[in-house]
């Protein structure tokens, strides 16, 4: 039996209907605030499918170094392999910084790179859109992340795009949006959002698919717990 | 700058006829030679990510992209081929050096593709 997507964390499969899946080449937003377990979602889904074949995965992170970034997962269990690379932007931030590079394009060249060295390169993750956003001067959501992601559709690459979206607390003091354009959410193939529900008595980690075009999926947010050897997604919440 | 690869840009840029294969650009040769040409001057000095590109961009007048140099560089520390040095209180956080263990075997490496190339490309009928 061919292992999916679906198949890399336990329990994801819940949240498709029928044969539904993650479908290759398509580009999946993966929202949520801050503490909700995106980056490990994303790391831990990479980590399991190519441990089950032989592809190569590109995880570019602007977030943090990668020393911390595997520090980071490895506390949730997550541990990389060979075939997952990883890009941290460390040195490139550093060293240009009187220059202001142009992140987007480093982006599709650093793509570029590595669907020429390996043939089998097919997924790629980019942790966060927050964070180019705020190093880029004069990035225009709507101009260039159009660009952006028809060039990840020209690649037929599966991607996972990290977005960061405000807590209720940072709602209230910062207010409901930044005043920016979002494309992100109508560009995107599928949202999987990531959140915190919290009560008086607990404090529940979920994971709910928004939308995944062409795909019969759930709609219910389910638990997401953090097991000894990653994430594991649970029965409905409610 | 080396004359004749002026001269390779200059017939580049007249027969810019898309279905020519002959009609390569400067930007395309470096890029093709990109890793000979990294570790042929890491084999002079030791560099940063940043210095690499400043050095292409001084020798050819072709700027390359961080996201196809520094990919690279990673890929071959990774392979063990060159290694890497951190820069205490310098922006310039990394310097790549060639490793003692593979400094041999990279000249002859260098040494065989050029000498490859020259071949192919004397061969050529000139007019």
């Known amino acids: 039996m061919k292992f999916t997507l679906k198949d890399s964390i336990d329990g994801l499969n819940e949240l498709f209907k029928n044969e539904g899946d993650i479908p290759e080449s398509s580009i999946i937003l993966v929202t949520g605030v801050e503490g909700g377990l995106k980056s490990g979602l994303v790391f831990n889904m990479l980590s399991n499918y190519l441990a089950k074949n032989g592809k190569h995965a590109l995880y570019a992170t602007l977030e ?22 990883i890009f941290d ?32 390169f097919d997924i790629f993750a ?22 952006f992601f028809t060039m990840l559709r020209a690649k037929k690459l599966t991607s ?12 209230w003091f910062f207010g409901a949006g930044d005043g920016i354009e979002r494309p992100e959410y109508f560009l995107a193939d599928g949202i999987i959002e990531m959140g915190i529900i919290e009560d008086k008595e607990s404090v529940k980690r979920y994971i709910q698919i928004r939308k995944m075009r062409a795909v019969n999926h759930s709609m219910e947010k389910h638990q997401v717990l953090v ?12 | 700058m080396d004359q004749n690869f002026k001269t390779i840009q200059l017939i580049s840029k007249e027969t810019n006829n898309p279905k020519l294969k002959l009609d390569i650009t400067a930007e395309e040769i470096v890029k093709n030679h990109l890793e000979i040409i990294i570790l042929s001057l890491l084999l002079e000095k030791s560099m940063c990510g940043y210095d690499l590109i400043k050095e292409i961009i001084t020798k050819y007048n072709v700027m390359i992209s961080q996201g196809t140099v520094y990919p690279l560089l990673y890929s ?47 061969s050529i009928r000139k007019w």
Not at chain 1, 91 to 120: C, G, N, S
Not at chain 1, 227 to 238: A, D, F, P, Q, T
């Open chain 1, 64 to 85: 943090e170094t990668e020393e911390s970034h595997l520090r980071n997962m490895a506390s949730l269990g997550i541990i990389k392999p060979d075939r997952l690379h």
């Open chain 1, 89 to 120: 932007y460390m040195d490139v931030r550093q060293e240009w910084e009187d220059e202001e590079p142009d992140f987007l394009k480093i982006t599709e060249d650093m793509i570029k790179f590595y669907t020429e060295k390996y043939a089998d």
């Open chain 1, 126 to 147: 980019f942790d966060s859109l927050n964070a180019l956003y705020s190093i880029s001067a004069n990035i225009n959501p709507r101009k260039h992340m159009y660009r």
């Open chain 1, 160 to 171: 996972f795009l990290i977005m960061e979206t405000h807590s209720p607390e940072r709602r």
């Open chain 1, 227 to 238: 097991g000894k050897n990653g994430l594991n997604v649970v029965g409905s919440i409610y």
């Open chain 2, 76 to 122: 071959l520390k990774g392979e063990g081929i060159i290694h890497v040095e951190p820069m205490k209180g310098s922006m310039k956080t990394k310097r790549y050096s060639i490793t003692e263990d593979t400094r041999n075997n990279i000249e002859k490496k260098i040494e065989g593709y050029i000498k490859t190339e020259e071949y192919i490309l004397n």
